[in-house]
């Protein structure tokens, strides 16, 4: 079974920085592209980062130039650096992985972590 786990949330303050990371565990056959999202109070799910094969990334306005997203396909791993951290980057961010499973290769799933809260705040 595969399953994701994230860490590295926290609270800093604005104009600071913070490393998120998500790891996958459990038997996969490949990862086909791995994404960040993040949800704020009373705010829909929003896509924030994507790195996918050919090591693209591609990230929403807010954040570009400040975020940096990374993913290791041999270690199962993905990062997101953020830097220059405002207030309304605050959110629960969560780690998701379309990832097809040694059992069903054919197939590709979406697997989600279980989101890390990260608070901008002075």
């Known amino acids: 079974q595969v399953q994701l786990v994230e860490s590295g949330g926290g609270l800093v303050q604005p104009g600071g920085s913070l490393r998120l990371s998500c790891a996958a565990s459990?038997?996969?056959?490949?990862?086909?592209?791995m994404c960040w999202y993040r949800q704020a109070p009373g705010k829909e799910r929003e896509l924030v980062a994507v790195?996918?094969?050919?090591?693209?990334?591609t990230y929403t306005d807010s954040v570009k130039g400040r975020f940096t997203i990374s993913g290791d396909n041999a270690k199962n791993t993905v990062t997101l650096q953020m830097n220059s951290l405002r207030p309304e980057d605050t959110a629960v961010y969560y780690c998701?992985?379309?990832?097809?499973?040694?059992?069903?290769?054919?197939?590709?799933?979406?697997?989600w972590g279980q989101g890390t809260q990260v608070t901008v705040s002075s």
């Open positions: 998701t992985m379309n990832i097809r499973p040694y059992a069903y290769p054919s197939s590709s799933y979406d697997y």
């Open positions: 790195f996918s094969t050919g090591d693209r990334t």
């Open positions: 459990g038997r996969l056959y490949s990862i086909n592209f």
